[in-house]
């Protein structure tokens, strides 16, 4: 191999060396955010209330029923008519913890998007596809 061959397969060697590094550098700081955003989303509550006030549901930022409140109004209600306030208000926390979730996600999931991947350098490795994905909603399975 000629001296100009092989030092145009070491530049192009250092030159993927320094976009790895790159890449690897992007993905710990990805990695600390999203990591925060998920703390963060483990803690959220969302409280919502019924027009009369006598229910109040809190939900986590999954849309989960965490907490069930309900006024001695409430307890005076039929069983139909107290059941169908409780669903109308743990629809509305659910709601509103999508909408919040959505929001705190959005802008990380739109940095994942501007990122190139390692796989976009190096064939067959695993890229970030899968955590897009999962941050816009389309994978409901577990990371």
Known sequence: MDRWKREGLLNANNGLRNQIEDLLD???????????TYRQ????????????RSVAATVDAGGVLTELN????????????LARVIVETVAQAAEHAREHRQGFISPAAEELEKRDD????????????????FLRGERNSQL
């Open 26 to 36: 992007t993905f710990q700081q990805q990695q600390a955010r999203l990591a925060e």
């Open 70 to 81: 309900l006024t001695r109004s409430a307890l005076s209600k039929s069983p139909d008519e």
């Open 118 to 133: 390692l796989s976009d350098l190096v064939p067959e490795v695993p890229d970030l596809g899968d955590i897009r994905d």
């Open 41 to 52: 989303l483990e803690e959220t509550r969302i409280r919502a209330e019924s027009v009369d």
